[in-house]
């Protein structure tokens, strides 16, 4: 077959021969280094772990419990067959009501109750992912731009780019002010933008942030949302980690703030939405546009024939969600066992003097590696993400890939596996650090933290120090010899 | 809100406020006067009856049946809930891996093992319509064409030309071959675009055909695999009927073709299944594309992420597509079913003297009505659908939306209710059908079929022909008076 050959070329589309599908990031290189070796806690325990993964996985019990005792609420159980017929035929692009209502009603009662939220305007996407297209489908031509403050998602390249031809423009924001959306920093991109002759027609921001875990302040959210009212152009909210806030402050949504504000073209307001991690039920693909602007939701719910979420799924999930003591109890739960990781994650990195930035929110910690980087550079930081990926076997991901210009960030996430899995992953990570801080020392005789050259003879060091073996890397029979000088020490 | 007001158009993108979306046609009108007054068996029978959809409705306790003995097959079981995490967390877009493998069995069982297919070149999409779509963005650029035999689905424009920017070329069949698809048709539909400087990069062919309800002899097959391999143009071969065949002869799928043809370029053949038809199960969004194009299978795979299928619905077909019995069984009897349900439905028409194209498969017949339009024209064809529509109460589906180029055909689906429904339909045709002809003789003197000018009124006299009232149009308290040509005749 011809593969991709200059004949192939002229065969297939350019939306198929281009790269901005943006696959060929670390951040989805590092998911194939985990699923070239997998980390197992009895098959194999010297394996990658998944670290690259937002999911969200702490809290399967409450929903088994609840399907074993809603029988009723799948088409496929003897309680629920009768039900088959009609929900397997059922394809109308807008849904079946009783899900609509009830999506609606769980996203209100994320949002604390202060707002509600209307069925009728419930968009339906292939996920997050088919959402984010399909907006974007909606408002922007081929060539056209949005905003996006980074760090920003990397999969947005593909989502919100590849088939659409929409360009995205980073807004630069720094950890001099925890990476804050300023309206500074805002009106820098769009005039940038405008003198390059490009046309902005939005702003997408992901609130909670993506990947810094942290809600965006009353304050923050307003003056973004006069800056796109000024503009005139669109302001897409992707909310889709609003039920993953687990401690102060409180998640705001935009929803909120227009309905305090006053003079908003309310036309201009968009929000995503999705259960995969809020619910953490990615495999069911439920992706929502809630739109304030009429035409908008006409248009999205034609275009969303090609995403539906699939009948069988939206009836289980509409009785679920209907189920108010079991979405309290879930949101609750929820809440607390995301607590309890993240102090559990954030402190075992403290232990070695890793810190993590301020956040209360998402299934990830946004890790300051500053102090690792042999040079503060991106290239540094490449460096440094091969060495922690190939020789740590976390697959974490870097901030380069997230657009973030400053380096030696790096994504990390802490829900998507089991308690054990976490202490495995903290403990290699102590391991790298110290193994780092023991070289930097006995290297320069100071104790700074540095890399050697050969970073990879460097840290099949650490495996001496806590007994970690890899059958890869250094098992007593390794051709590859340790470090002597870090052997010396041991 | 601004709706669709001048500031909207410039506030959002050009593919959301054209129209190219294709649902300003009569084919979907059809269903919003189905939506408006749906026909019910005991709440409403004299609403309107769907015939617009091609449903498969014959076979669902087979299914109910399965469901119940398999109760593993689900997440959503007290027996199946323990896989609940792992596959409401799989969102891999290769799709689980037994999903592949049971699709890629049935598929080739469906085509009687005469060819296999490899489940890693099995690509998932949201539905056919995503398929669809999928395989557009992958093969042609905005601005380019495909070629596609006429008369052919109405929401073709949507689906494959919307938001892909691609034109859909009609080759015009004729009723004089039975629409067969001629190499010569292709060369004019080809050498015409190239003269209007438009790029054609493939053809689209379906097979079983929709609307005609026919399968493509090897003969056609051939011709056409010979014709986009000469031009060096793709063919997407959308197969989504494959298995409602229910007579002779029996179904060839162009995989079989290029089997047996010699120096054929297999990057450009594509199949688009689907398990909305064939199974019956449209709300469960299975859309496949098969490609033999390694890249396209690369490309398209990236895509699926923008509709994957729901992990809960992969799950429950992957068990119920393995099952060999039971897959027996279903396609054995779900011909036996359609046979049975055609031969009723076009015996209930020939009574008074109504034919439809000679087909073996579909879920519809191609009605020729051309003896009722009172001019043969298109503007007749839509004169009598209104008729239909309104009157009749049943929605059928015109020919011109098909782009048939031949005024007087429409489509009728037949699987989508019961043997009751049928029953209804089949009566309201022969009483219009009677009623004319009475009326044509009343006001001609002679046996013809024609409709008076005032249509309404006309239809409205068939009422007292067998006693069928409608609330909304003629009771005996009617405000419109019954025409007196007819009463005079009862």
């Known amino acids: 077959m011809a593969g991709f050959t200059t004949e192939n070329h002229q065969l297939l589309s350019k939306i198929a021969m281009t790269d901005q599908h943006g696959e060929n990031s670390p951040y989805f290189d590092g998911?194939?280094?985990?699923?070239?070796?997998?980390?197992h806690p009895t098959e194999n325990?010297?394996?990658?772990?998944?670290?690259?993964?937002?999911?969200?996985?702490?809290?399967?019990d409450l929903i088994e419990d609840w399907i074993k005792k809603n029988p009723t609420a799948s088409i496929c159980t003897i309680e629920g067959v009768n039900n088959f017929k009609d929900i397997a035929n059922f394809q109308d692009?807008?849904?079946?009501?009783?899900?609509?209502?009830?999506?609606?009603?769980?996203?209100?009662?994320?949002?604390?109750?202060?707002?509600?939220?209307?069925?009728?305007?419930?968009?339906?996407?292939?996920?997050?992912?088919?959402?984010?297209?399909?907006?974007?489908?909606?408002?922007?031509?081929?060539?056209?731009?949005?905003?996006?403050?980074?760090?920003?998602?990397?999969?947005?390249?593909?989502?919100?780019?590849?088939?659409?031809?929409?360009?995205?423009?980073?807004?630069?924001?720094?950890?001099?002010?925890?990476?804050q959306i300023t309206k500074e920093a805002l009106e820098e991109a769009y005039e940038k933008a405008k003198e390059a002759n490009i046309k902005v027609k939005g702003l997408i921001i992901t609130n909670p942030s993506n990947p810094l875990g942290i809600v965006l302040s009353k304050e923050t959210l307003r003056s973004v949302v006069s800056f796109i009212n000024e503009k005139s152009i669109h302001l897409v909210c992707d909310e889709i980690y609003s039920?993953?806030?687990?401690?102060?402050?409180?998640?705001?949504?935009?929803?909120?703030?227009?309905?305090?504000?006053?003079?908003?073209?309310?036309?201009?307001?968009?929000?995503?939405?999705?259960?995969?991690?809020?619910?953490?039920?990615?495999?069911?693909?439920?992706?929502?546009?809630?739109?304030?602007?009429?035409?908008?939701?006409?248009?999205?719910?034609?275009?969303?024939?090609?995403?539906?979420?699939?009948?069988?799924?939206?009836?289980?999930?509409?009785?679920?969600?209907?189920?108010?003591?079991f979405v309290g109890r879930f949101l609750a739960e929820s809440a607390k066992r995301l607590a309890k990781r993240h102090k559990i994650f954030t402190e075992g990195l403290e232990q070695v003097g890793i810190t993590c930035l301020k956040s209360n929110a998402g299934l990830f910690c946004w890790m300051n590696l500053r102090q690792l980087l042999k040079e503060q550079t991106l290239e540094g930081e490449m460096e440094l993400w091969r060495v922690i990926i190939n020789n740590v076997k976390l697959n974490v991901s870097p901030g380069s890939s997230f657009e973030c210009n400053e380096p030696g960030w790096f994504r990390v996430c802490f829900a998507n596996m089991d308690d054990a899995t976490v202490e495995v992953a903290l403990k290699r990570i102590r391991q790298f650090v110290r193994c780092q801080r023991k070289e930097g020392e006995a290297v320069t005789g100071k104790s700074s933290w540095r890399l050697q050259k050969n970073l990879r003879l460097s840290f099949s060091s650490r495996m001496c120090d806590e007994g970690f073996m890899s059958p890869r890397m250094g098992s007593p029979h390794s051709p590859i010899p340790h470090s002597p000088l870090v052997r010396a020490r041991n």
Chains 1, 2 share one sequence.
């Not at 998911?31 to 980390?39: I, V």
């Not at 849904?95 to 604390?112: S, W």
């Open 31 to 39: 998911w194939k280094a985990y699923d070239n070796d997998p980390f």
């Open 243 to 325: 039920a993953t806030v687990f401690s102060l402050p409180n998640f705001v949504s935009t929803s909120e703030i227009i309905q305090e504000m006053e003079c908003i073209n309310r036309d201009l307001i968009h929000i995503i939405y999705s259960l995969s991690k809020d619910m953490g039920l990615p495999g069911f693909r439920v992706g929502i546009v809630y739109s304030y602007n009429d035409a908008v939701v006409s248009c999205g719910r034609k275009m969303s024939s090609f995403g539906l979420v699939s009948s069988q799924t939206q009836h289980l999930l509409a009785s679920m969600l209907s189920d108010d003591e």
């Open 45 to 60: 325990r010297n394996g990658v772990i998944q670290m690259g993964l937002a999911e969200n996985q702490l809290c399967f």
């Open 93 to 179: 692009y807008h849904g079946l009501p009783e899900f609509r209502k009830a999506v609606a009603k769980f996203m209100g009662r994320v949002r604390g109750g202060r707002v509600t939220f209307d069925p009728d305007r419930i968009v339906m996407a292939g996920g997050a992912t088919g959402a984010n297209e399909l907006i974007m489908f909606c408002l922007a031509d081929p060539g056209d731009a949005f905003l996006v403050p980074s760090p920003y998602y990397p999969a947005f390249n593909r989502d919100l780019g590849w088939r659409t031809g929409v360009k995205l423009i980073p807004v630069i924001c720094h950890s001099s002010n925890n990476f």
